[in-house]
């Protein structure tokens, strides 16, 4: 506990590596709600965006694309279009959903996050264990967007097409702020409904643990945290991992 302790300590006094040097504002929220408890760390994130990225033709690459646009909410056509004024590559529109990487305590702690981004709609989350015994939870989906506008600084699509493009990602980000929403609300309910195992029962050889129980069911969580109980028809395609492959963090 100790160690997890300083390593959470050492972990937020680290500057902020993103563009923007500040994390978005609904991811903001939901890092505040988890630092605030000892078993969690936050360590990125992105509320979900809508960008274009100008592209050398390799590939979208941090070290070789410029960012013509990119939002955190819903864009306009007009928008667009005067980004792509700007191109002179490969232009490729994108919608990136909400993602999130909490570094957790417990293997307990991670399958409690992981049980309610799942039942929010972040179906592709999942756990990794790392060699040194870190323990990452990732809460991501998969309801994703990528298509190229231009080559060369040529548009190679029309105006309508853009139009569809621009309605398409809105939706997505509409799906994507309600799913956020949920898991904002289921979290706090399975946070509050979590007890330490050692104060419902203080004899056994596990007592010094922090093993975590629900004293609530995970359907009654889902019926508090929104009046969606079931999830859009895009998430059949997604898959739910519970524990991935080793990883090194």
């Keep these: ?21 500040a994390l978005d504002a609904r991811a903001a929220e939901l890092a505040r709600l988890l630092n605030a408890h000892e078993q969690f760390c936050t360590t990125s994130s992105c509320d979900g965006r809508v960008l274009l990225a100008d592209t050398d033709g ?3 690459q941090k070290k070789n694309c410029t960012w013509l646009l990119v939002t955190h909410d819903p864009c306009a056509k007009g928008d667009v279009m005067t980004a ?8 490729v529109f994108k919608f990136e959903p909400f993602v999130l990487h909490v570094l957790c305590r417990e293997l307990q702690d991670a399958q409690l996050l992981h049980s309610v ?4 709609g972040f179906r592709n989350s999942g756990i990794t264990v790392g060699r040194g015994g870190k323990i990452m939870m990732a809460v991501r989906s998969t309801h994703c967007l990528e298509v190229p506008l231009t080559h060369k600084g040529r548009l190679m699509v029309s105006g309508e097409y853009i139009e569809f493009l621009v309605h398409v990602a809105n939706q997505k980000m509409e799906e994507n702020i309600r799913r956020i929403e949920r898991f904002h609300k289921g979290l706090e309910l399975a946070l509050e409904a979590a007890v330490p195992t050692d104060i419902l029962a203080p004899e056994g050889p596990e007592k010094s643990r922090s093993v975590y129980v629900h004293r609530r069911k995970r359907r009654t969580i ?13 998430d059949d395609t997604e898959s739910s991992l519970d524990l991935f492959a080793e990883i090194m963090i």
């Design 222 to 234: 889902r019926e508090q945290a929104g009046p969606s109980g079931e999830l859009e028809p895009q």
């Design 1 to 21: 506990m100790a160690a997890f302790a300083r390593r959470k300590a050492q972990w937020l006094a680290r500057p902020d590596p993103s563009r923007k040097r």
């Design 84 to 91: 792509l004024e700007k191109s002179t590559g490969d232009v």
């Design 58 to 60: 390799g590939g979208i």
């Design 117 to 120: 981004a799942v039942d929010s």
